[in-house]
């Protein structure tokens, strides 16, 4: 079975209170049972469907709750000596990640604890966890301050390699012991892999421990690094980062350079701003490779105007990023253009302060595919056209759960743009899964943009300060009218926290809803705020709280083909919706 449809299947458990039911995917449209997202190389088990003695958490989608920044809205709390949870392996595995939640420190600190693990009743190891890189307070941007309320962003992903593998069948306990320093923990699921033996070095190339880098993590090897990057650059050979934890603080700048690892479990380089930069734009970087090994920033706090992403600058002209995991960094990758031509895959993006990936400024000829992003901090995936248009950009196949603000993919603005066979669960506020807006001073969309084949589930949100739903699908004419060839073809919108799909702001036009499925929905099917134009065909909903199409302004004309027509009503006040 494909990864991703696995994982869908795990998802796809009893919904909150606020949703009507969907139980099986046998009850879904064929748009959502073929597998999208990524294909993933875990296998994923929600804790609340594991064996345990603790007590199951939620479901719930209430901002600043445990619970609804949790997987499927369910989690396990574990607070006495000898609570555990359970997980039966269904196939070999030697390494896992455990998403989980401890409590913050007195002062925001942050705190350090371990868990027990165990493998048919014999110790494992420890797994070490931190809240150290969660718990933001106060409003956007956030704080580090308990006093500022509004506690969230609390889960982290901690990983452990076993160093030998267990067979199908195993019994793999984490367990609260006397000595484990945390007065309470929230396992929210568990990853488990086979990991396969450290890559070889490839043919030729020059190691960075042959410029001074340490690989026990003691040594500072940032200047290590920029010596060995130079050397591969200016003699068009290999960059190899063998097995170790390497210390860099800072930035390393690439250009024209290929850098290889023994594989994001064995290579690791970690440090406080560390981050793999190309040059400023318009001089972006070219020809650059970032393959097989993990990016591990330090950044505890969310400062917008800081350069602290893992990766950044400008790249094109055939780089290549992939098979990289990224981790406790602001943004996974944040371009800012012109740039053109960069491929990105494989990618495994966690627990960031704010975005997983954003293209920002004129990129183009993009394509990110193949990618799994987890517990970020704003957009998971987004194209922002500030002040030059994003064009010509593919979002394909990629898994986004669970980001802690704003939307799973996000498109501001930009032209020839498709988010196509994406897989994205439990938006948690201020955003939906999947969005369209002329926002942020975006270049206005023109052109085409597609959303096509992609499964969004438990999505969309209630914005705390205004108390206004947000659509799991929506579009938002904030700073102009959207005027752009906008296709929407054969994408399945399941469990929608509110409304399924959303029209706001100024005037919306040249919008095509083909083959939407729709499965539950607390709210309407559609809901038309603006002014526009739409056209739904072929498509149908069910268990949803008030089946049919909402519109709050008579400016917008929707017409209905080839399907059982849609009741629309007509609302002077749809003041109600925003309760």
């Known amino acids: 079975m494909h990864r991703s449809l696995a994982i869908l299947l795990l998802f796809l458990g009893s919904p909150t209170h606020a949703a009507p039911s969907v139980r099986t995917i046998a009850a879904l449209s064929p748009a959502a049972t073929r597998a999208r997202g990524a294909a993933l190389p875990f296998d994923e088990y929600e804790a609340e469907k594991a064996i345990t003695n603790g007590v199951v958490i939620g479901p719930?989608?209430?901002?600043?709750?445990?619970?609804?920044?949790?997987?499927?809205?369910?989690?396990?709390?574990?607070?006495?000596?000898?609570?555990?949870?359970?997980?039966?392996?269904?196939?070999?595995?030697?390494?896992?990640?455990?998403?989980?939640?401890?409590?913050?420190?007195?002062?925001g600190e942050g705190r350090d604890a371990t868990l027990g693990v165990f493998a048919d009743g014999k110790p494992l190891g420890d797994l070490v966890l931190t809240s150290r890189y969660g718990w933001y307070y106060g409003t956007y941007p956030f704080s580090n301050g308990p006093e500022d309320g509004n506690g969230h962003h609390v889960f982290d992903e901690a990983r452990l390699l076993f160093g030998h593998s267990l067979p199908a069948g195993t019994r793999v306990r984490f367990e609260l012991r006397d000595h484990d320093r945390s007065p309470w923990y929230v396992v929210d699921l568990a990853d488990f892999e086979d990991v396969p033996p450290?890559?070889?070095?490839?043919?030729?190339?020059?190691?960075?421990?042959?410029?001074?880098?340490?690989?026990?993590?003691?040594?500072?090897?940032?200047?290590?690094?920029?010596?060995?990057?130079?050397?591969?650059?200016?003699?068009?050979?290999?960059?190899?980062?063998?097995?170790?934890?390497?210390?860099?603080?800072?930035?390393?700048?690439?250009?024209?350079?290929?850098?290889?690892?023994?594989?994001?479990?064995?290579?690791?380089?970690?440090?406080?701003?560390?981050?793999?930069?190309?040059?400023?734009?318009?001089?972006?970087?070219?020809?650059?490779?970032?393959?097989?090994?993990?990016?591990?920033?330090?950044?505890?706090?969310?400062?917008?105007?800081?350069?602290?992403?893992?990766?950044?600058?400008?790249?094109?002209?055939?780089?290549?990023?992939?098979?990289?995991?990224i981790q406790h960094v602001k943004v996974g990758l944040w371009f800012d253009g012109p740039m053109r031509g960069i491929r990105i895959s494989r990618l495994r993006i966690l627990d960031t302060t704010a975005d997983g990936l954003n293209f920002h400024r004129g990129?183009?000829?993009?394509?990110?595919?193949?990618?799994?992003?987890?517990?970020?901090?704003?957009?998971?995936?987004?194209?922002?056209?500030?002040?030059?248009?994003?064009?010509?950009?593919?979002?394909?196949?990629?898994?986004?759960?669970?980001?802690?603000?704003?939307?799973?993919?996000?498109?501001?603005?930009?032209?020839?743009?498709?988010?196509?066979?994406?897989?994205?669960?439990?938006?948690?506020?201020?955003?939906?899964?999947?969005?369209?807006?002329?926002?942020?001073?975006?270049?206005?969309?023109?052109?085409?943009?597609?959303?096509?084949?992609?499964?969004?589930?438990?999505?969309?949100?209630?914005?705390?300060?205004?108390?206004?739903?947000?659509?799991?699908?929506?579009?938002?004419?904030?700073?102009?009218?959207?005027?752009?060839?906008?296709?929407?073809?054969?994408?399945?919108?399941?469990?929608?926290?509110r409304e399924a799909v959303q029209f706001t702001g100024k005037r919306i036009q040249q919008v095509w809803l083909k083959a939407l499925s729709i499965r539950g929905a607390h709210g309407p099917t559609l809901l038309l705020q603006s002014a526009g134009v739409a056209h739904l065909s072929d498509s149908n909903a069910a268990e949803v709280d008030t089946p049919m199409i909402r519109r709050c302004n008579p400016a917008f004309r929707l017409t209905q083909s080839n399907q059982k027509p849609m009741l629309v009503q007509d609302s002077i006040n749809c003041a109600w919706l925003e309760k």
């Open 60 to 107: 719930d989608r209430t901002f600043t709750t445990i619970a609804a920044e949790a997987s499927g809205r369910r989690a396990v709390r574990l607070s006495r000596t000898g609570d555990y949870v359970e997980f039966t392996l269904a196939k070999a595995a030697n390494a896992v990640t455990v998403r989980a939640a401890i409590p913050d420190g007195d002062k």
């Open 198 to 325: 450290p890559l070889a070095r490839p043919r030729g190339a020059i190691s960075v421990v042959d410029f001074g880098a340490d690989p026990a993590g003691v040594g500072l090897s940032a200047e290590a690094f920029a010596r060995a990057i130079a050397a591969a650059s200016s003699g068009h050979k290999i960059l190899w980062i063998p097995p170790g934890t390497f210390r860099v603080d800072g930035h390393l700048l690439v250009d024209q350079v290929h850098i290889e690892g023994a594989g994001v479990w064995y290579s690791v380089v970690r440090g406080r701003g560390l981050g793999f930069y190309g040059r400023a734009a318009p001089a972006q970087s070219t020809d650059v490779r970032l393959e097989h090994f993990a990016i591990m920033g330090e950044i505890t706090e969310r400062i917008d105007r800081d350069q602290v992403n893992g990766i950044g600058g400008a790249m094109g002209g055939g780089s290549i990023i992939r098979d990289l995991w």
């Open 363 to 497: 990129v183009s000829d993009a394509v990110v595919e193949n990618n799994f992003v987890r517990n970020t901090g704003d957009d998971g995936l987004a194209a922002w056209s500030g002040q030059m248009a994003d064009h010509h950009i593919t979002f394909r196949r990629n898994t986004i759960i669970a980001p802690i603000l704003a939307n799973g993919i996000a498109v501001y603005g930009g032209h020839d743009i498709r988010v196509s066979g994406n897989l994205i669960a439990d938006t948690l506020t201020e955003g939906g899964g999947l969005h369209l807006g002329n926002r942020f001073a975006a270049v206005p969309a023109s052109g085409k943009i597609l959303f096509d084949h992609n499964t969004v589930l438990r999505s969309g949100s209630i914005d705390p300060q205004s108390h206004a739903g947000t659509g799991a699908l929506w579009f938002y004419a904030l700073d102009a009218p959207i005027s752009a060839g906008i296709i929407v073809r054969d994408n399945a919108l399941i469990d929608s926290t």
